[in-house]
Structures are given as C-alpha cells and as structure tokens.
C-alpha cells in the first residue's frame, strides 16, 4: 500500500494521469499472466499516448473552430464534377503543401458548396494532426483591425502562425476599406511561403478590385495566393435553391395533371380511384 501511494504521488509529478489511472489493473493482468517488466512497461505507455493524442485532437477541435456536420462524407462530389475527390482526398493529408506554405482557393456563387468543402477539408486536416483555424473573413479582420489601433497587430498576425492552415471563409465580404483591407494584405503577406491560406469567395481575380480600394494591392495581393496554390471553381447551383425546388417537385403536379397513362379507356370513377393512391412521379 506504501509503495501504491508512493507511485500515484510521483506519477502526479510527472504528469502521467493515465498510467495513474490504469496501472493497478495491468499489475495485476501482469501478475496473473506473467508479464516481463517490458510488456508492462510498454503497455502503459501506450495508453498514456493515446489518451494523449486523443486529448489534443479533441483541444485542436475546439480550438478550429470550424461549423459542425461539415466533413468529407457528407459533402456531394456528384453535385460538384469539376471538383476531383481524388484531388481533395489528397490534400487532406496535409504533407509537402502544408509544409511549403501553399494554399487552397475555393471560387463559386453563393450556397455551391465552398463553405462546406473548405470546413470539410479543415477537419481531415486537423485528424491528421494539423493545426486549422476556421474564421469568416470579417470577423478575422474586425480582430486584427483592433489590433492595430492598439498597436500589436504584429503579435496578433505572428499568434495566427501556430496554424498550420488559415481558413478565410467568404472573403468577398469584407468592404472595400483602406483599414480593412490593408489588415488582410498584411495578414496574405505575413503568411506567404510560411503559413497556408484556404479562401472561399464569391468573386473571380477579376472582381477582387471591388475588395482592395487600389490596383497595385490588389495585384499583389492575388499574385501571393496563386504563386503556390490549388484553385476549385464550384460552377453550380446554389444548394439551399436546388433543395427548395427539389422540395416543390416532392409536392407532385396539380390534381388536373396528375392522371395515369393507360392503354384503355377509363371512366370517371376509375380516375378518381386510381388519382387517390397515385405517387407524384419524380420529375413532378
């Protein structure tokens, strides 16, 4: 019991809370099976990591950020055939791109999608092991702008370097603002060839004049995304529409057009009983 109580206070020093946990059980396990010290030893370190990996996974989680249900096997590769699955799958695990400081454009209309495979890749990557932080564009800049005015926006764009991705969702929100603007040049220039960028927008190069009051920032600030990226055009509907007209087509036709093709004749009541159990086809 002396030696039971010794162990637990010095496994708390050296921060073992798992081992602490479990050790008494694979004692005893050991001892009725005749463990060597090794098997023992090694079993419980394999716990404590672990339980460690696990931990930090569910730390970096939290701290992404990023919109629930959002992932890769819930995302529509159908719906979106000029996006590659094979080519995002790849992506996802992270490796030389991540390393290099490259970087992820995602270009389409509202509700095709960007917003879900931008969050979607951001969480493989982060059960990879990587540090990802999911922000909308603005709201990143209202914080970096503060940070300005208290004059530690240097310290706050070099706190963003401990993520290995930066995810900026909906960049073509932010207004045209020399305050503004200048903060995500400075943030799109700090992070260039060191830290990845994954951008979602609405708007192609060409119209990113409307987001950076003056031409020679604007040049400069794409020429720095697209030296090392990958670029995704989402060319298709919007999600939220396709869903309301697949919903209006679930309602079936109007009663007058709803009648069955028959090869005979069929008189009024026959009509009105075979109306009354007739599914809406799929293309009403």
């Known amino acids: 019991m002396t030696d039971a109580a010794r162990l637990t206070l010095m496994l708390n020093d050296l921060r073992l809370p798992t081992i602490k946990a479990v050790w008494s059980r694979f004692a005893d396990q050991a001892d009725q099976e005749g463990w060597p010290a090794a098997r023992l030893l090694a079993t419980l370190a394999e716990h404590e990591l672990a339980e460690r990996a696990r931990r930090r996974l569910e730390r970096h989680l939290t701290d992404a950020r990023l919109p629930p249900g959002k992932t890769l096997d819930s995302f529509d590769f159908t719906v979106v055939p000029m996006v590659s699955q094979a080519q995002v799958m790849a992506l996802t695990s992270g490796d030389r791109w991540l390393d290099e400081g490259a970087n992820l454009i995602l270009f389409g209309p509202p509700g095709g999608g960007k917003s879900h495979l931008a969050a979607a890749i951001g969480l493989a990557l982060v059960e990879a092991g990587y540090r990802v932080l999911y922000t909308r ?72 004049g409307k987001i950076f009051p003056d031409p020679a920032m604007t040049l400069a600030a794409v020429d720095r995304l697209v030296h090392h990226a990958t670029l995704f055009e989402l060319n298709v509907d919007s999600y939220r529409r396709r869903t309301a007209m697949d919903n209006k087509r679930s309602r079936g036709r109007p009663a007058t057009r709803a009648t069955l093709k028959t090869s005979h004749s069929v008189s009024p009541s026959d009509t009105d009983s075979n109306d009354a159990t007739c599914a809406p086809s799929k293309e009403g």
């Open 137 to 208: 564009t603005t709201d990143l800049v209202q914080r970096l702008q503060v940070a300005r005015r208290e004059l530690t926006l240097e310290a706050a764009i070099a706190k963003l370097d401990k993520y290995h991705l930066l995810i900026l969702d909906d960049l073509a929100y932010v207004t045209k603002d020399q305050a503004e603007t200048s903060v995500l040049f400075e943030l799109i220039s700090a992070r260039y060839e060191q830290r990845s960028l994954l951008i979602t927008a609405n708007q192609p190069f060409g119209e990113w």
